[in-house]
């Protein structure tokens, strides 16, 4: 069943992203990047204001279909009326390679045409200052209207009559129309000639990246989707990767579990870099590792998130101009993650740099100096893989040592020996080694219960948690270790409830979860596959992808009982979790020819 709520499609290109309803009104874009302010605001209900929004509204509207442009971030919106009248919205921000380097404003083009009768239309362009708080001050000219927010002026130029635009007043389209939305700069050319050529540039820029991901057989284009999605979530004036484009769209109906996504987790980017890498997207990668060589200290020490900016405090407060997605506040801005110690973090760094050494392919490959900038990561995951931390659930109330947390300093360590290997440094090498099978053997005769017969997620504790479907990807116990067997047939009997799975079902600082985070669903696919129970996993993972909205996109949670869609989106664990199951279950290609 489909719910109305999350079923958006999202355009962007680098720079900034937007939500699009399906009655194609864009209700969510911060700007001019991720972790701005959000001019379209709608999706959160700016309380004293109303606006918030920019649509393109039919008269007597009935229905709408949406699809995306094959192979782009392109989206085609067609709405219909009650008398037989139909229109088309084509959105997308614009993205391709010019002079040798990428041309991507922070820019939403629209493209309006008519397709049967008369459609009587209405453009209404409200973007909110201030988190929705006020309307900025705005002025215009013959061509264009300009509102002056907070951190920039946005400008629209358009050629539907500006008076039109600034009453909202309805009129017959007859013929197709052209609205740029971006920054303010007057456009000295032909709007329509370049609109047409900014669509035809920016279709034929995503369908070329998309011809070179080397995709699984089945299940293309969710995976083609996914890959889009996660490639439109990095930031590219810092390599950063936000873990979704939305705050505060809660993990399920009127919890406080309320945050804002907006950051980039290293943890969450890291896992997007190896999802790119398994599709033979790298340059993702090569950005991510010079943001991360930007925030690195001389200690090695990391936090677990960092702004896009390579911002360090991402103070958390509650925004009072906004209601909630749905009326469900508080609207939270910054995230308090970024002062809790999370060890596993080391770990995903190096796991995200290793094929940095191995990849031939790559222009400037890893070599000593940059694993030298890497090993102050092992040091650090050496000193605290057995030190009790928040984990990667981020309790905000207790710390405990994680079996995941510490599987991930094995990592590291483990990693490191092998690039070191792989440059000829012997003595290195052995060094690493040394400490990872350490690690090793401590974590597996730590975290494994004799009497339960499966392995705990924390050395203090008996219970399970999803993070443990994980150790045989990591590469810390094999697949068929029937200590890793009995551990994922342990999460299936307490985790998964129907087609879906609970992170942990242990009470935490807010009581317990309600919804399945997505992304642990597609862990438990994958292990099943790993240890050969690959038909269930199959079925499952078919019964998941129904699950997705009309365009292929995954939030960060879905409800037990009717497949609801909450948490923020799009959300990247999710698209990356798709990806990695995919990529396991897929028949290869030989079996096609």
């Not at 509204?57 to 192979?71: C, G, K, V």
């Not at 909205?549 to 959300?571: I, K, M, R, T, V």
Request: glycine letters at 6%; aromatic letters at 10%.
């Amino acid at each position: 069943m489909s719910h109305p709520n999350l079923d958006m499609g999202v355009i962007g290109n680098g720079s900034f992203g937007a939500l699009i309803d399906k009655q194609a009104r864009v209700v969510w874009s911060c700007m001019p990047a991720f972790d701005g302010d959000p001019a379209f605001c709608s999706l959160l209900s700016p309380r004293d204001q109303a606006g918030g929004d920019f649509a393109v509204e039919l008269e007597d509207f009935q229905s709408s279909e949406q699809h995306y442009i094959t192979n782009t971030a392109i989206l085609r919106t067609v709405l219909r009326d009650t008398h037989g009248n139909a229109l088309e919205i084509i959105d997308f921000a614009p993205r391709w390679r010019e002079n040798q380097r990428f041309y991507r404003p922070v820019s939403i083009i629209r493209q309006v045409r008519p397709l049967t009768g008369n459609p009587r239309i209405r453009v209404r362009a409200r973007p909110l200052a201030d988190w929705g708080a006020r309307k900025p001050d705005s002025t215009w000219g013959s061509n264009h209207i300009r509102w002056v927010l907070p951190e920039f002026t946005l400008r629209l130029t358009t050629d539907v009559p500006v008076r039109l635009v600034r009453e909202e007043t309805s009129f017959v389209l007859n013929h197709q129309l052209h609205l740029v939305l971006g920054v303010d700069e007057s456009l000295r050319r032909s709007l329509a000639g370049y609109v047409r050529e900014a669509e035809e540039n920016t279709r034929l820029y995503w369908t070329e990246w998309v011809r070179y991901l080397s995709v699984p057989l089945d299940w293309q284009d969710a995976v083609i989707r996914s890959a889009i999605t996660l490639k439109l979530c990095q930031y590219e004036d810092s390599g950063g990767i936000i873990a979704a484009m939305t705050t505060s769209i809660p993990e399920a109906a009127n919890t406080p579990r309320n945050w804002d996504y907006r950051y980039c987790w290293l943890r969450d980017a890291a896992f997007v870099v190896r999802a790119l890498n398994r599709l033979g997207a790298t340059r993702t990668m090569e950005q991510f590792l010079a943001y991360i060589f930007n925030i690195a200290t001389h200690d090695g020490s990391l936090q677990p998130m960092y702004g896009i900016n390579f911002a360090v405090e991402l103070h958390e407060d509650e925004i009072p101009s906004l209601a909630g997605y749905r009326g469900m506040g508080p609207v939270r801005r910054g995230n308090l993650a970024w002062i809790q110690k999370q060890h596993d973090v080391y770990g995903s760094v190096v796991l995200a740099s290793t094929q940095l050494f191995f990849d031939q392919r790559l222009v400037d490959p890893g070599d000593v100096h940059t694993f030298e900038r890497l090993e102050p990561l092992g040091e650090r995951a050496f000193a605290l893989y057995d030190v009790p931390d928040a984990g990667l659930w981020e309790f905000r109330g207790r710390a405990e040592v994680h079996t995941y947390t510490a599987a991930m300093c094995w990592a590291a360590c483990d990693r490191l020996a092998k690039i070191a290997a792989r440059l000829d440094l012997g003595e290195r090498a052995a060094r690493w080694r040394e400490r990872a099978d350490a690690i090793r053997s401590h974590t597996v005769a730590r975290a494994w219960r004799q009497e339960l017969g499966y392995f705990s997620a924390s050395f203090q504790s008996d219970y399970l948690d999803a993070s443990l479907l994980l150790l045989a990807d990591i590469g810390l116990v094999a697949a068929d270790d029937p200590k890793f067997i009995a551990t994922v047939e342990a999460i299936g009997n307490t985790l998964k409830k129907g087609d879906a799975l609970f992170r942990y079902v242990a009470p935490d600082d807010f009581g317990e979860p309600e919804t399945s985070f997505t992304i642990c669903t597609f862990w438990y696919i994958d292990a099943l596959a790993a240890i050969g129970r690959t038909e269930e996993a199959r079925g499952m993972f078919e019964r998941i992808l129904a699950r997705r909205n009309h365009l292929g996109l995954l939030s960060e949670d879905l409800a037990f009982d009717d497949g609801e869609a909450w948490g923020n989106f799009p959300q990247t664990y999710s698209h990356v979790g798709l990806i990695i199951a995919a990529m396991r279950l897929s028949r290869s290609w030989q079996e096609a020819s």
